[in-house]
């Protein structure tokens, strides 16, 4: 942009030089044509064929010269203010990208600190919750017998709070890594993926009828650690979210567009009200209580900040009680 600037004032210069050269050579040449009297023989001629005088051809020329000269100084004024009104432009962009890259920087400082401080806080909150719930586990094996049905009542809240308090620590943790870790791009079978991935669900859901209704994916390239966390997010809550259908059923697909790759993981479970779409994606953000789906609220956000990183985008549509389809991109 500066390259340009100083290209468009130098073009600005050069045609105000030959503006002045031009003036000059006009007066300069109305002077030789006075001194050498040029005039009377071109008033000569004029009043043979014109029938003017030379009277009027000096006023003439005269207005002329005059105009010109008039024209040029404007013209002058013009481009001088074009140039400074320029560079002061230049002065603010430059001003606010320094401002723009200041801020940048100092975000960039804050969020690692923010995660820095949650990866801290995290992994030192692990390893009291285990404790915790390992002695609750401990009393409930060995003292069971000097515990009434309150007292097994309250040890398995503590320790199902622990499971939990557990759950949502690993959560914040591989929310914390997926913003440092080093991809790794590898072409990806994304079928053969999404296939694993389901049956390896599948198994461990017990006394569930489920169906994947897999159609051709196009194969990705990305990194397949990180890529997996993904299908395994989106998979496990279509899983999560059809418990209260007689057969849960989950469709997978994609298809080419351009210069990138869509995707789409839909199921025929809870759904969601569009109005909330907006937080799906949101750290900690869930739509549904934990009486009625267990889960930390994270795992959309790690989807969303994954696919971020491989240059693509996320979004969902669904309709209450009715399903929900989760799309992700991912640069071709």
């Known amino acids: 942009m500066k390259g340009n600037l100083a290209l468009e004032d130098r073009s600005r210069a050069r045609t105000f030089r030959d503006l002045v050269i031009i003036s000059v050579t006009a007066v300069l040449a109305f002077a030789i044509a006075y001194v050498f009297n040029l ?18 051809f000096i006023i003439v020329l005269a207005i002329l010269a ?11 004024r013009e481009l001088k203010d074009e140039i400074a009104e320029r560079r002061r432009a230049e002065k603010e962009i430059k001003k606010l990208n320094e401002d723009l890259e200041r801020r940048t920087i100092e975000l960039e400082a804050t969020n690692n ?31 069971s017998s000097h515990l009434d049905e309150k007292g097994h009542h309250y040890l398995n809240i503590i320790l199902s709070s622990t499971q939990n308090m557990c759950q949502f620590i690993d959560d914040i943790l591989a929310f914390s890594h997926s913003g440092h870790r080093q991809i790794e791009f590898s072409d990806i079978d994304m079928g053969e993926l999404a ?6 669900l599948k198994g461990i859901t017990l006394g569930r009828m489920l169906r994947l209704n897999l159609k051709p994916l196009p194969p990705a390239r990305c990194d397949r650690a990180m890529i997996r966390e993904v ?62 789906f ?31 389809t989760f799309f992700f991109s991912l640069p071709r």
Do not use: C
């Open 195 to 200: 296939k694993a991935l389901f049956e390896e």
């Open 39 to 56: 005039f009377e023989m071109i008033a000569d001629l004029s009043r043979k064929h014109v029938g003017w005088n030379i009277d009027e």
């Open 113 to 143: 600190e923010l995660e820095a401080f949650s990866y801290s806080v995290s992994h030192d909150l692990r390893n009291p919750v285990l404790a915790i719930g390992g002695f609750s586990r401990l009393l409930l094996e060995k003292y």
């Open 294 to 324: 267990e889960g930390t609220g994270v795992g959309l956000a790690l989807v969303q900040r994954i696919i971020y990183r491989h240059g693509g985008r996320v979004w969902a549509v669904g309709k209450v009680n009715e399903g929900a």
């Open 66 to 76: 005059f105009a010109f000269g008039i024209f040029s100084l404007r013209r002058w």
């Open 231 to 292: 299908l395994m997010n989106l998979l496990s809550n279509a899983i999560k979210f059809t418990r209260d259908k007689e057969t849960g059923i989950i469709e997978m697909s994609g298809w080419i567009e351009k210069n990138q790759n869509i995707y789409y993981v839909k199921d025929n479970g809870a759904g969601f009200d569009m109005q909330n779409a907006d937080k799906l994606f949101g750290v900690f953000q869930r739509l549904h209580n934990t009486e009625e």
